[in-house]
T-cell receptor, first 113, second 115 residues
Framework: KQEVTQIPAALSVPEGENLVLNCSFTDSAIYNLQWFRQDPGKGLTSLLLIQSSQREQTSGRLNASLDKSSGRSTLYIAASQPGDSATYLCAVPNSGGYQKVTFGIGTKLQVIP | DVKVTQSSRYLVKRTGEKVFLECVQDMDHENMFWYRQDPGLGLRLIYFSYDVKMKEKGDIPEGYSVSREKKERFSLILESASTNQTSMYLC??????????????FGSGTQLSVL
């Protein structure tokens, strides 16, 4: 059974800092991994989807990397801003024919002005 | 881009009421999902559907049922609402896994309070 862990659970940084969020998964037979952002009381917004054949995916100040062999993905946020404050979740489709997706509990990020 | 629409942002119901949560997607996705999200527990899958009239139980189906009569619409039903069903409910949709362009899309969520 796939398990997804995100560390740290919460992070507080001053504005302008570069930061890294971590996601680890137990079953490395994945074909992609998706990072989401969730604002309080809202749904999940997709940030990046990284395929198993890719090592990195970039969108603006965000960069996601994937290392299947070690079961890890990182989300790098450059030059953080107060508007980046949110919870960040990673999600992995389960291997096999079952259509489920396993989520981490998320990292709650606060960027202090 | 894909749009997943949940009919209500906030809902307040009484214990014992029958509650319907509606979700509509506009991209002809085969898969649709209902999750609930609680602090410290993350997202938990209640039910999902991979085709019209087809459904599978998720991790926490007790106290819930679903209906998918049309491909674009997936309804979550609380047969007799209880206070422990107070939660954020999230609907999502996707293509079949391993399809090029697979991605999971979420609605904006329904915060349900059962009093």
């Amino acid at each position: 059974k796939q398990e997804v862990t995100q560390i740290p659970a919460a992070l507080s940084v001053p504005e302008g800092e570069n930061l890294v969020l971590n996601c680890s998964f137990t079953d490395s037979a994945i074909y992609n991994l998706q990072w989401f952002r969730q604002d309080p009381g809202k749904g999940l917004t997709s940030l990046l989807l990284i395929q198993s054949s890719q090592r990195e995916q970039t969108s603006g100040r965000l960069n996601a990397s994937l290392d299947k062999s070690s079961g890890r993905s990182t989300l790098y946020i450059a030059a953080s801003q107060p508007g980046d404050s949110a919870t960040y979740l990673c999600a992995v489709p389960n291997s096999g024919g079952y259509q489920k997706v396993t989520f981490g509990i998320g990292t709650k990020l606060q960027v202090i002005p | 881009d894909v749009k997943v629409t949940q009919s209500s942002r906030y809902l307040v119901k009484r214990t014992g009421e029958k509650v319907f949560l509606e979700c509509v997607q506009d991209m002809d996705h085969e898969n649709m999902f209902w999750y609930r999200q609680d602090p410290g527990l993350g997202l938990r899958l209640i039910y999902f559907s991979y085709d019209v009239k087809m459904k599978e139980k998720g991790d926490i189906p007790e106290g819930y049922s679903v209906s998918r009569e049309k491909k674009e619409r997936f309804s979550l039903i609380l047969e007799s609402a209880s206070t422990n069903q107070t939660s954020m409910y999230l609907c999502a949709s996707s293509l079949v896994q391993r399809t090029p362009g697979w991605k999971l899309f979420f609605g904006s969520g329904t915060q349900l309070s059962v009093l």
